[in-house]
């Protein structure tokens, strides 16, 4: 299984062999990735938890927190296209 955690502009990747039964807090312990700051965890994409069961082939993603709300974006991209002032 692989773990991975981006950053703007880089990213880090560890290759870990885990026993049959592994859950997402034995790779998390096993890795050698920095987990400071956090946000979350997914596995291919989609959120996890740390109790969560890995299958092998599994990628285990180290998710960073929001720099911006997505909502908030879309809202002001849609008032520059109406020809509005962002706020």
Known sequence: MQVIRAWHGRFEAQELD???GAIVADALAATRITQAG????????ERTT???????????????P???DPKD???????VQAGKPPP
């Open 18 to 20: 885990l026993p049959a």
């Open 50 to 64: 740390r109790d969560a069961p890995l299958r092998d082939g599994d990628r285990l993603e180290l998710l960073e």
């Open 73 to 79: 974006n879309r809202r002001r991209r849609a008032r």
């Open 66 to 68: 929001l720099l911006a």
């Open 38 to 45: 956090l946000a979350g965890y997914a596995i291919h994409g």
